[in-house]
Structures are given as C-alpha cells and as structure tokens.
C-alpha cells in the first residue's frame, strides 16, 4: 500500500493523465460524427473539470509537500523563459508552420461569459494546475524515488544518472512527437532549476514562468496547437 505522502505527490498526476485519457476516449467516439459539442469537443467540459479535480487534490495535500519560497527565484524564473523560447523557437525563427488546430477558445465566440470562462480556466490549468501537478510528480517524487525508497529520505535535488535520463524521458512521452525536441531541453532545463536550488517551490516558479508565457503567445498568435 501507498503511504499518504507518497499518493500526494504521484495521484494529482495520476488522475491528470486519466483526465486525458477520458478526453481522447470521449472524442474517438464521435470522430466524424455530428453530435453535440460536448461529444465532439469534450475538452471544453473534461479540462475545467480536470482543473478543479487536480487542483482539490493539491490543497487536500498540500502540508506534504512542503512549499516554502522559491530558492534562487530569479534564476528559476530565467530557465523558465529559456526553456519556453526554445520551446517556440521552430515557429518564431525557423519557418515551421504555426500549429492552428487546437484548443480554440473563440469555439464559443470572441466575447462574453463562455468565451471568458474557457479562457480563464484554460489559463488556471496552465499557469498554476499543471506546473503544481508535474514538477510534484517529475522532481519533487519520480526524480527521488528512482534514487531510493522511500523518496522522502532523497534529498531534493540528488544527482544520479538514471533518475535524470528516466524523467527526461518520461517528461519528453508525454509531450506531442511534435515538441519531442524541445520537451527534451525543457526536461534537462527543470531538472538542472532542481538540482541548482533544491527547491521545488523553485521548480514551480519556472514552469509556471513558461506556461504563462505559451499561454500569451498562443493568445496572440492563435496558434492552438501549443496547449
């Protein structure tokens, strides 16, 4: 059986996956078909939905994680920005098509209460959801746990070989083949944000950093395909 600390920092990733899986599911379903939006396009409802499910299980165990301020903040917030401006940088400098079809919240239209609910809870799960359930999972948990068990006797921000190549490797998956390249420079970029500043408040604040900035350029640009 799990401890509780252990289900703390691996099931707000666990059920984020699932979330996802349901989404892919839902959407095979009606491939093709003329159904109503919520069966054609069910992210509009899973993704809010997965937001507050994975949100709730963050506060539930929030005492495990032990946040503290971010260590070294400006450093942190710096790999943030380099990891996303390599993550852009085919569509900004090299030419590569923009990436149009995605998450497109002008589904609902350009303006009013729908439209700005997407948006906003489209950038709650962006900017605060996801870099709170993936640095808990990636560097706060399978980066220790693949040193020694339990994970909580790891040091934040232990070295080993095999700890840093796995998580690169699991972080790279589940990222689109498209972005394999870049997920691979963003997972050796936060792991280095770890072991820098042993603080996962740290590795928060930079993945945070970058998915903020995603969420404008794609504001921007339109280019839905990147979240």
């Known amino acids: 059986m799990f401890s509780s600390e252990e289900k703390a920092f691996f099931a707000p990733f666990a059920a984020f996956l699932a979330f996802l899986a349901l989404n892919q599911f ?3 379903l009606s491939d093709g078909l003329r159904t109503a939006w919520w069966l054609s396009e069910p992210h509009f409802w899973i993704y809010p939905l997965q937001t507050l499910v994975c949100g709730g299980m963050i506060v539930r165990w929030w005492r495990y994680y032990g946040f503290q301020p971010p260590a070294r903040p400006l450093f942190a917030a ?12 085919p569509q900004l400098w090299f030419g590569v098509a923009p990436r149009l ?93 770890a072991y820098r ?25 339109g280019q839905w395909g990147f979240w």
């Open 101 to 193: 079809k995605g998450f497109d919240p002008t589904y609902f239209g350009d303006s009013g209460p729908a439209y700005w609910a997407t948006v906003l809870f489209r950038f709650i799960r962006l900017t605060i959801v996801v870099p709170f359930v993936e640095e808990i999972f990636w560097r706060g948990y399978l980066l220790r746990i693949l040193i020694a068990y339990p994970f909580s006797s790891v040091p934040l921000g232990t070295f080993t070989w095999k700890s840093f190549l796995v998580v690169i490797a699991g972080f790279t998956l589940i990222h689109q083949p498209a972005d394999w390249p870049a997920a691979i420079a963003g997972g050796i970029l936060f792991n280095l944000v």
């Open 197 to 221: 500043t042993r603080s996962l408040s740290a590795c928060v604040l930079a993945h945070a950093v970058a998915n903020l900035i995603l969420g404008v350029f794609v504001m921007r640009t």
């Open 78 to 89: 710096a790999l943030g920005v380099l990891i996303i401006l390599i993550w852009l940088a």
């Open 26 to 28: 839902i959407a095979g």
